[in-house]
């Protein structure tokens, strides 16, 4: 136990949600690695989830996420929360849903829902926020082109 | 592209930090497989070293996580969230300090503090929410005597 | 750098290869995060891919792994074995095939091999062996239903 | 159910084990992310445990792996093997051992054991083989220096 040398001070912050306009929908099954010993998903695995969903959602938009870093540009996450409403079991399906809450050519926000098979139960929900860079991690502002195509 | 049934409210939340009175701190290194194509650890791998810092921290008060789960209670992770501000690379060690923000005997949250290995900046903070359940996930508050250990 | 205690002698072992006559597949895609610092997946999850392919050649027998476990039967790994013969790179599909290689009550081996979206190369092979267990981790053998329905 | 096209052969194949001389190891704790739902340690996990012991291995003969890749040099992985004796379970502690089996300019092998915290039984061993490679993947030979700071 130690003193704390630095006190980051908290932030009031309002958590993004889906927009009920425009969102992308995958299907996704627990794998057997991704449960723990107390027989749910562990929570990491749903940040990977939240991947998977935006790769589904800049891939709609017509720019697969290996073309932006092809371009030089990466959407390298600067935040990332979730809020777990209902345990996922093994071989269980659900739904990852993707929404852009927010974008910017310096910024942008996905929302995210996970939803039980049958689509009645909200399982988890999320939001990931990323800063454009170029490969270094020098922030870099993405190119009007790439901007309008994800905003659609 | 659908129509979005839910719409869950945004709410104004603030995200804890540390208490600068009390934390653990414990030293990891990025592993290979924590690294992803860009060359720096991935952004899931945080909650898991933010998890290996709250073993930490309720051991450090005299009762490791597995004693709790053996006595028939469980934290269950119920909202995480964490903020990159430097990148960790392959082979890098850092430390991941760990407080306690908030304990009562049905809701416990965590705030963290990851740190570059000369003690000087901050890579990440961020916290978890947890809900004190029973094997089956009804909710189940936690004994006063492991509250006030925890609560040190 | 210490004198060894033990030496495990090595026994010689033939690679089991999938069977020509039976096999399931199903694609997967690799996902950013099981990418590291070199840009390919990293070797550890093949073994998750293998996973995924016997829970998919199992199911196509009529009865999923979760069905087996549900029975009080585990088909723990007793050893697993992977040889890689070319990378594969972020958002890149492949075929995972799966076979049998060996099944009595109380040893299960499968094969596996992993092919380009094309069908044409081979990107990696290997088998897993399996002891059947009980809950506890003692070998139990499984019951003739299970053994005839996934031998096929 | 298709038939298979391919049908490698299975090559007769000797479990490298560890060398009695010359060891390196290091302790290593289960995470609970680690677990599955069995409540042990996923099979998968190993692997990695297996590359925490080679990057010690190499050190320990003054040539961190970071070095050898910033020299332009990848130890690829081309094969990996392990035989699980007995489960772990989350918060146990254990030793990973690393030898090298083999080592030439264009090949390596190091073998593995796992041991109980008490170092009295063994918990899994293997082995991986290694290629030498540029960045782009294409064989080249480790410089005679490196080999031979390697093999000590």
Not at 118 to 134: E, R
């Given at each position: 136990m130690k003193k704390s040398p630095s006190s980051e001070k908290s932030t009031i912050k309002s958590h993004p949600s889906l927009s009920p306009q425009d969102y992308t929908e995958i299907k996704e099954t627990v794998r057997y690695s991704e449960t723990d010993r107390l027989g749910i998903a562990h929570n990491k695995n749903y940040f990977e989830w939240f991947e998977?969903?935006?790769?589904?959602?800049?891939?709609?938009?017509?720019?697969?996420?290996?073309?932006?870093e092809a371009l030089g540009f990466y959407l390298v996450v600067a935040e990332a929360c979730c809020r777990y409403k209902r345990p996922l079991r093994y071989d269980e399906s659900f739904f990852i849903r993707t929404g852009l809450s927010e974008m910017t050519s310096k910024k942008t926000v996905f929302a995210y829902e996970l939803v039980t098979g049958?689509?009645?139960?909200?399982?988890?929900?999320?939001?990931?926020?990323?800063?454009?860079?170029?490969k270094d991690g020098k922030v870099t502002p993405l190119p009007p082109e790439i901007v309008e195509k994800i905003r659609g």
């Open positions: 998977l969903g935006r790769t589904e959602f800049v891939r709609s938009k017509g720019i697969p996420y290996a073309e932006i049958d689509g009645q139960h909200l399982i988890a929900s999320g939001y990931t926020v990323h800063i454009s860079t170029d």
